[in-house]
């Protein structure tokens, strides 16, 4: 159904939830009108599976679409209805449409990645990880790796550094040395180890200042994050832009 058009940069966006086959999940899809097929980028919001954060939803989805990508966001169960697993049955699904309807999304499925956010970036990583993946180029942003903090997001996940293999996409992961939700040498580190073990590409940015949680770390998405920005670390985007334009 659609709910509403934006209009963002010379761009018409038609903005559509469709429900996905997983209980309590959908897809927001922001389908900009384009003679030919897009890059398109799967966004998964963080939240601790307590909540979809909004800062890491729309407002990403609009700065992709702005940079000519077709955006999507996975809304997946939260709250009373959260399960790790049902989560990346949502995550699978919602690649399983896109390319599925990707004639009429104007959608290059060669060109399809996908990025995430805090828990978000433990669902991008593990959908990333599986036999087949749909997924194209990952990005990881302050990314949950290992079920050592399980208890405060109050769901049982996995150490998806032992998803990695030799198939797995070239991945660019960014975070803070600030960080102390998911701490560098806890989550980040692992996991680039691993992805280096297996020849597969990584970019790592961890940057010097920022912190957990901040999206785009600019206004735009400081706005509905109590205004916490970071100058520097907002770079990311723009380094992430750049990495793509590296990959075969």
Same mark, same amino acid.
């Given at each position: 159904?659609?709910?509403?058009?934006?209009?963002?940069?010379?761009?018409?966006?038609?903005?559509?939830?469709?429900?996905?086959?997983?209980?309590?999940?959908?897809?927001?899809?922001?389908?900009?009108?384009?003679?030919?097929?897009?890059?398109?980028?799967?966004?998964?919001?963080?939240?601790?599976?307590?909540?979809?954060?909004?800062?890491?939803?729309?407002?990403?989805?609009?700065?992709?679409?702005?940079?000519?990508?077709?955006?999507?966001?996975?809304?997946?169960?939260?709250?009373?209805?959260?399960?790790?697993?049902?989560?990346?049955?949502?995550?699978?699904?919602?690649?399983?449409?896109?390319?599925?309807?990707?004639?009429?999304?104007? @959608?290059?499925?060669?060109?399809?990645?996908?990025?995430?956010?805090?828990? $978000?970036?433990? *669902? !991008?990583?593990? &959908?990333?990880? +599986?036999?087949?993946?749909?997924?194209?180029?990952?990005?990881?942003?302050?990314?949950?790796?290992?079920?050592?903090?399980?208890?405060?997001?109050?769901?049982?996940?996995?150490?998806?550094?032992?998803?990695?293999?030799?198939?797995?996409?070239?991945?660019?992961?960014?975070?803070?040395?600030?960080?102390?939700?998911?701490?560098?040498?806890?989550?980040?580190?692992?996991?680039?180890?691993?992805?280096?073990?297996?020849? @597969?590409?990584?970019?790592?940015?961890?940057?010097?200042?920022?912190?957990? $949680?901040?999206? *785009? !770390?600019?206004? &735009?998405?400081? +706005?509905?994050?109590?205004?916490?920005?970071?100058?520097?670390?907002?770079?990311?985007?723009?380094?992430?832009?750049?990495?793509?334009?590296?990959?075969?």
């Amino acid at each position: 159904m659609k709910i509403k058009v934006l209009k963002n940069g010379g761009i018409l966006m038609d903005i559509q939830n469709v429900s996905l086959f997983q209980s309590f999940s959908s897809l927001d899809v922001y389908h900009s009108n384009s003679d030919k097929p897009l890059p398109g980028i799967v966004i998964i919001p963080g939240g601790s599976y307590n909540r979809i954060m909004e800062r890491d939803s729309e407002r990403v989805a609009i700065t992709f679409a702005s940079h000519a990508f077709q955006a999507f966001v996975v809304r997946y169960p939260v709250v009373e209805h959260k399960d790790y697993q049902a989560a990346k049955s949502a995550v699978a699904q919602a690649f399983d449409h896109i390319v599925a309807h990707a004639d009429e999304l104007n @959608v290059d499925p060669n060109m399809l990645g996908i990025i995430g956010f805090s828990a $978000g970036g433990q *669902l !991008a990583a593990a &959908y990333s990880n +599986i036999a087949h993946t749909k997924a194209k180029f990952v990005g990881l942003g302050y990314p949950v790796i290992k079920p050592t903090i399980d208890d405060r997001m109050g769901v049982s996940t996995e150490d998806v550094t032992q998803l990695v293999n030799d198939n797995t996409p070239a991945t660019f992961i960014w975070g803070s040395f600030n960080d102390q939700v998911t701490p560098f040498n806890d989550h980040i580190l692992p996991y680039v180890q691993a992805l280096r073990s297996h020849d @597969v590409p990584v970019e790592l940015h961890e940057f010097s200042t920022g912190n957990h $949680g901040l999206a *785009l !770390a600019n206004k &735009y998405t400081g +706005i509905v994050n109590n205004d916490r920005t970071d100058e520097h670390m907002s770079e990311w985007f723009k380094l992430f832009l750049n990495w793509l334009k590296t990959l075969d």
